[in-house]
């Protein structure tokens, strides 16, 4: 079993910066692909980004490409989310999520832990 605690939100203006981390408890997250997705308030839960296990391939939704980026860190059992220019659309609840196919996918199906998520807001 695997518990993903998510931190780091909070409320932002526009244009600033935020660090989301995932922090995953069990001595197997080197081998889990993990993910990014967020659901903003009356939507739909989407895709943000995702990285391999070994952090060499991530995937981005397009609109996001450039202003986010995800990272891992395995010695830490962790995984950033750094967002840069915020807009008010980037307003949602992030969960972060891990794959034992240990590949980055958009696809929610193919995570099998979630995190609880984390609130961000963007103030405009």
């Known amino acids: 079993q695997v518990q993903l605690v998510e931190s780091g939100g909070g409320l932002v203006q526009a244009g600033g910066s935020l660090r989301l981390s995932c922090s995953a408890s069990?001595?197997?997250?080197?081998?889990?692909?993990m993910g990014w997705f967020r659901q903003a308030p009356g939507k739909e839960r989407e895709f943000v980004v995702a990285v391999s296990w070994a952090g060499s391939i991530t995937y981005y939704a397009d609109s996001l490409k450039g202003r986010f980026t995800i990272s891992r860190d395995n010695a830490k059992n962790t995984v950033y989310l750094q967002m840069n220019s915020l807009k008010p659309e980037d307003t949602a609840v992030y969960y972060c999520a891990a794959g034992l196919s240990g590949r980055s996918s958009r696809n929610e199906w193919e995570y099998n832990y979630w995190g609880q998520g984390t609130q961000v807001t963007v103030s405009s």
């Open positions: 069990g001595r197997t997250f080197s081998s889990y692909g």
